[in-house]
């Protein structure tokens, strides 16, 4: 029963975070093709889907698609491993299916907690440099980056280096519990490079 009040609370939190984000700068347009890693949890799967209308496009990608019931018309789910080293032939697929790219990523990727606060943060800061590694190859320009990170030094070290290929930043912080300071992190406006 604890275990699903806290799966609940993380749904809420993380809706809450998306509705309020969407809110305040209109992310979400009809038409937009929207990548969404980690997307077992649903939670923004769900959200961006219905945003989007039919003529846009959700690809939810997760190693685990079991449990899921069946998408709506304009979600496409596929089944792989972020962190394996092999992804090039899902990028090559995903490509294809998003022509020019992404308007958005969204990473719902997040490790499982241990307690360690530093084997914690550190774990997080590996999901979204992953995130980052399929979102780079992925986004359009102009598009967006969102996910959700523990805070450390080393990951502030790592959003610094995010900042020079977007045009602007934004976050939001939950309250600090056991684990440490989780935050929603926004990168809006990416860069292409040529």
Not at 33 to 45: E, F, T
Not at 83 to 94: E, F, Q, V, Y
Request: proline share 4%; net charge negative.
């Amino acid at each position: 029963m604890a275990d699903e009040n806290k799966d609940r609370q993380d749904y809420i939190i993380a809706h809450d975070r998306l509705v309020k984000l969407d809110d305040l700068y209109a992310l979400f347009q009809p038409g937009q093709k929207v990548l969404i890693l980690g997307c077992a949890q649903g939670y923004w799967r769900l959200y961006a889907a219905e945003e989007i209308h039919e003529d846009g496009l959700v690809i939810g990608v997760d190693n685990d698609l079991s449990d899921l019931e069946p998408p709506a018309s304009n979600v496409q789910l596929v089944k792989a491993d972020i962190l394996s080293k092999k992804k090039a032939t899902t990028l090559k697929r995903l490509m294809k299916t998003l022509g020019p790219g992404a308007n958005a990523v969204l990473s719902e990727l997040f490790p499982q907690l241990t307690g360690d606060r530093q084997v914690d943060q550190a774990q997080s800061l590996e999901l979204v440099k992953a995130a980052w590694s399929w979102a780079k190859e992925l986004l359009i320009e102009g598009g967006f980056f969102l996910f959700k990170l523990l805070h450390s030094q080393v990951a502030e070290e790592f959003l610094e280096s995010l900042r020079p290929c977007f045009e602007r930043s934004t976050r939001l912080k939950t309250e600090p519990n056991e684990f440490g300071q989780e935050i929603y992190v926004l990168f809006r406006g990416f860069k292409k490079k040529p």
